[in-house]
């Protein structure tokens, strides 16, 4: 009868043993469950496309025919402020290039006499560059070279640990100071006007510069013989 009693109280010890470690494991899972949701919950929210949007809008370049925002591929919908002052750096960097490169092609074209290159130098534009004899492409990659660390120095942070491709804080997208003639007004309303006024032109130059490229390739003629021959 003894072994019986000692044996049933031995039993009754384990029970009570698992099931305290039941419930002992029972509420470190739950802890733990808690501690994971509370930190789902405490994970930082996603960059608000109203924020680039709003920021969008008090920047120059926004005109008719679209007097709200032109955006057809959706590039707000992901963008933070700092992606859209690259992309704002980027599209006036590239609008200053192509209006170059279309006022190069209209008088590369025109002047295919110019003593520069001495007379040799014939044909539809984006063919040109290959006549151009050695001596030339040399001092101009220099000149390029040194525009662009300029620009760099000027507007674009050290790589760091938080990242790279970032412009300064400070720094006005475009404006490099550079103004030899002095266009550049005081007043704030007619700057802006002024800049809406440049970006658009660029954006106009970047689509000519395409078709230029475009129809010389197709009809390997020249732009206004093109322009002559089909009038």
């Known amino acids: 009868m003894a072994a019986l009693t000692a044996s049933s109280t031995v039993l009754r010890s384990l029970s009570a043993t698992k099931s305290l470690r039941s419930v002992r494991t029972h509420a470190v899972a739950r802890k733990a469950f808690v501690v994971k949701a509370e930190g789902e919950t405490a994970k930082p929210a996603e960059p608000e496309k109203d924020e680039a949007v709003a920021y969008c809008k008090t920047l120059p370049g926004i005109s008719a025919p679209f007097p709200d925002m032109f955006d057809p591929a959706g590039l707000l919908a992901t963008a933070t402020v700092e992606d859209v002052r690259r992309y704002r750096e980027a599209e006036l960097t590239h609008g200053r290039v192509a209006m170059l490169a279309a006022l190069g092609f209209v008088v590369g074209e025109t002047l295919e006499d110019f003593p520069l ?17 050695s001596g030339f492409w040399e001092p101009l990659l220099i000149v390029i070279g040194i525009c662009e660390s300029y620009r760099v120095a000027v507007g674009w942070a050290s790589p760091d640990s938080s990242g790279v491709n970032k412009l300064l804080p400070e720094y006005e997208m475009g404006d490099l100071g550079f103004d030899p003639l ?4 005081t007043d704030p309303a007619e700057l802006k006007e002024k800049k809406t006024r440049e970006l658009n032109n660029g954006r106009l130059a970047m689509i000519a510069i395409a078709g230029f490229v475009t129809q010389e390739f197709v009809n390997n003629t020249e732009i206004f013989q093109h322009l002559l021959k089909n009038n």
């Open 182 to 185: 002095g266009l550049a007004p």
């Open 117 to 133: 290159f001495n007379g040799t130098i014939t044909g539809p534009a984006i063919f040109q560059f290959q006549q151009v004899q």
